[in-house]
């Protein structure tokens, strides 16, 4: 790490505490003048850095960047963030992890961006991503080292990876409405677009790529979404929420131990959906019909029931609901 990284590092492993100037000089086996500029340079990218005279410098209370240097603190092993991407503005994280794909980056890289000039959602829908109010983050997984015999299963644990994550930051409960919309208080607070990269030889995934987006301020969102979408928080998060909320779903990904068997998965996904036993409207390509949500299947495609009573199971899709 460069000087600035060190300091940020040292920053955000003792939040909330003065280092003074001096201190950091000798830690680092620099000047103070280094110091400062280094201090100057993090300000400039949107660190909230506090200095007092004879006291020195710390991470204001409610800096929230995400950068590796904030991850490092609640991430389960530190070498998870070697390969993580942080970056100001991209056009979407996916296809940014799609990019580094094919220039012959492993499992395990991260890709993260303060915001997306064009996000998306599923169904070719576009995903709001304002500045400095979300979570932004693509993964990039190999198949073969997931824990996982059926695929379909991966955005489900992404949607309780997320749950996990909100909870863990917010101390509230999340809920899904199958398939992918994560959901707070009866609102949208996160996406999730599960793509892969295909192998035309053989015609398997030779790559999958997560991207989720979470909405952490509710006031950043466009108005016509804030009837339908939520944030976690209103006008202002605690500081370092986007960094916990971003470690909290690499470690998820990055450690199978935490992925539970497909057996409980299943219960586990049943357990958060709000749709079932509700009346639904299923949007398909060819129309849109009610029904009633009945159950999921044993790999997580929802079964629902038509008014004569006709049963079908939808393997992709979408259905609506009043909550």
Not at 72 to 98: F, G, I, W
Not at 217 to 228: F, I, N, T
Request: net charge neutral; proline share 4%; with cysteine.
């Amino acid at each position: 790490m460069n000087t600035k990284q060190e300091i940020l590092a040292l920053l955000e492993s003792g939040r909330g505490a003065w280092l003074s100037g001096e201190a950091l000089a000798g830690r680092l086996g620099v000047s103070r003048s280094a110091v400062w500029k280094a201090v100057s340079a993090l300000t400039a990218e949107g660190h909230r850095i506090e200095a007092v005279t004879r006291r020195g410098y710390r991470l204001a209370p409610d800096s929230d960047v995400v950068s590796r240097a904030s991850l490092l603190p609640h991430l389960n092993d530190p070498s998870y963030a070697r390969e993580v991407h942080v970056h100001a503005v991209l056009d979407s994280t996916n296809a940014k992890a799609k990019a580094l794909a094919l220039a012959g980056h492993r499992h395990g890289t991260v890709v993260v961006a303060d915001t997306q000039t064009a996000g998306r959602g599923r169904l070719g829908r576009s995903f709001a991503s304002p500045a400095g109010a979300g979570l932004y983050i693509s993964f990039l997984l190999e198949p073969g080292r997931l824990p996982l015999r059926s695929l379909t299963w991966i955005t489900a644990v992404a949607a309780l990876a997320v749950c996990d994550a909100v909870k863990l930051v917010t101390g509230r409960d999340a809920r899904i409405k199958w398939v992918n919309d994560v959901l707070l208080d009866n609102r949208k607070i996160c996406g999730i677009l599960t793509e892969a990269l295909t192998n035309l030889e053989g015609g398997g995934a030779d790559w999958l790529v997560v991207g989720i987006g979470i909405n952490v301020l509710s006031s950043a969102l466009p108005e016509d979404l804030r009837g339908v979408a939520a944030g976690l928080y209103g006008d202002a998060a605690p500081g370092g929420t986007r960094s916990r909320l971003a470690a909290s779903l690499i470690n998820t990904f990055l450690a199978p131990r935490l992925w539970p068997d497909e057996r409980e998965l299943h219960a586990a996904y049943r357990a958060r959906q709000v749709v079932l036993g509700r009346e639904v409207t299923v949007h398909s390509s060819e129309d849109s019909y009610p029904a009633r949500a009945v159950d999921l299947d044993a790999d997580g495609h929802l079964i629902v029931e038509r008014p004569d009573g006709r049963r079908e199971t939808l393997c992709s899709g979408e259905v609506s609901v009043k909550l």
